[in-house]
């Protein structure tokens, strides 16, 4: 069973920077690929990004891509989703989750964190 914990939500201003962690514990982390996901108000959970076991492959959906990376740290547990230019849509509950592979799916992901808010302001 794997354990995971979201922080660095937070209110930004259009244009911003922000940075989200996720820390996994209970499972051996190296062996699960990992995915972030947002959910805005009255929106369907969807996805944002996912990165590999190893971190050398990262895929993320176009409406992130340039502006958005995915980064992971086997040794500590954790992976983090960097947020450039951050666009008020860009507002949601973030969410980090764990697969046997990278999916962009979420019905393909087993275990999630609790998630973590991010507001951008105009």
């Known amino acids: 069973q794997v354990q995971l914990v979201e922080s660095g939500g937070g209110l930004v201003q259009a244009g911003g920077s922000l940075r989200l962690s996720c820390a996994a514990s209970?499972?051996?982390?190296?062996?699960?690929?990992m995915g972030w996901f947002r959910q805005a108000p009255g929106k369907e959970r969807e996805f944002v990004g996912c990165?590999?076991?190893?971190?050398?492959?990262?895929y993320y959906a176009d409406s992130v891509k340039g502006r958005f990376t995915i980064f992971r740290d086997n040794a500590k547990n954790t992976v983090s989703l960097q947020m450039n230019s951050l666009k008020p849509e860009d507002t949601a509950v973030y969410y980090c989750?764990?697969?046997?592979?990278?999916?962009?799916?979420?019905?393909?992901?087993?275990?999630w964190g609790q998630g973590t808010h991010v507001t951008v302001s105009s």
């Open positions: 989750a764990a697969a046997p592979g990278m999916y962009g799916s979420k019905e393909r992901y087993n275990y």
């Open positions: 990165i590999s076991k190893s971190g050398s492959s990262t």
């Open positions: 209970g499972g051996t982390f190296s062996t699960y690929a």
